[in-house]
T-cell receptor
């Protein structure tokens, strides 16, 4: 059984650029959630995708968007990058969209915005 | 609005000591509570998950308790070792959020075990 994987491991962008982060969910999981973790803080919920549709969103602006593909892998896109977007971005997959299932986290992508 | 607080923010103890990390949450309508470990710059490792109907969970030297009515959880680490040094995050899984499973995290306790 393959765990949750994320790519790239880290990247550096400049203000105003756009970035795409990728997540492969654990085998058999149809739900992916994305979190942003600023330095010294706990992760903050961005949004969740279930069977290719957004299924819930946290307090993040529309320039944070996502996709889920038929194989349940997912992308997080951030447009018009700001300095405060620098963070560790974590994705988590679960068997179902509801709270009864544990979320399994990937290793994260470290984004630095200069 | 659910808020999760962890105290202390940082803790340094000598090797071999037993210690307790605290977590509190404002809304008792949780589905479960989970403790994670995070090493610097790394992702999250799940340590223990307590369902809302349970009172505690144990794994090796770790024991987590949950008192939903008072909004509190503790993580007890016995016979601490330098390898336990990490940030420990408490997180609650809440229901009723557009049917999505949403996890609310605390800011973590940064633990340092001195040899």
């Amino acid at each position: 059984e393959t765990g949750v994987t994320q790519s790239p491991t880290h990247l550096i962008k400049t203000r105003g650029q756009q970035v795409t982060l990728r997540c492969s969910s654990q085998s058999g999981h149809n739900t992916v959630s994305w979190y942003q973790q600023a330095l010294g803080q706990g992760p903050q919920f961005i949004f969740q995708y279930y069977r290719e549709e957004e299924n819930g969103r946290g307090n993040f602006p529309p320039r944070f968007s996502g996709l889920q593909f038929p194989n349940y892998s997912s992308e997080l896109n951030v447009n018009a990058l700001e300095l405060d977007d620098s963070a560790l971005y974590l994705c988590a997959s679960s068997l179902h969209k509801t709270s009864r299932d544990t979320q399994y986290f990937g290793p994260g992508t470290r984004l630095t915005v200069l | 609005k659910q808020e999760v607080t962890q105290i202390p923010a940082a803790l340094s103890v000598p090797e071999g000591e037993n210690l307790v990390l605290n977590c509190s949450f404002t809304d008792s309508a949780i589905y479960n509570l989970q403790w994670f470990r995070q090493d610097p710059g790394k992702g999250l490792t799940s340590l223990l998950l307590i369902q809302s109907s349970q009172r505690e969970q144990t794994s090796g030297r770790l024991n987590a308790s949950l008192d939903k009515s008072s909004g509190r959880s503790t993580l007890y680490i016995a016979a601490s070792q330098p390898g336990d040094s990490a940030t420990y995050l408490c997180a609650v899984n809440i229901t009723g959020y557009s049917s999505a499973s949403k996890i609310i995290f605390g800011s973590g306790t940064r633990l340092s075990i001195r040899p």
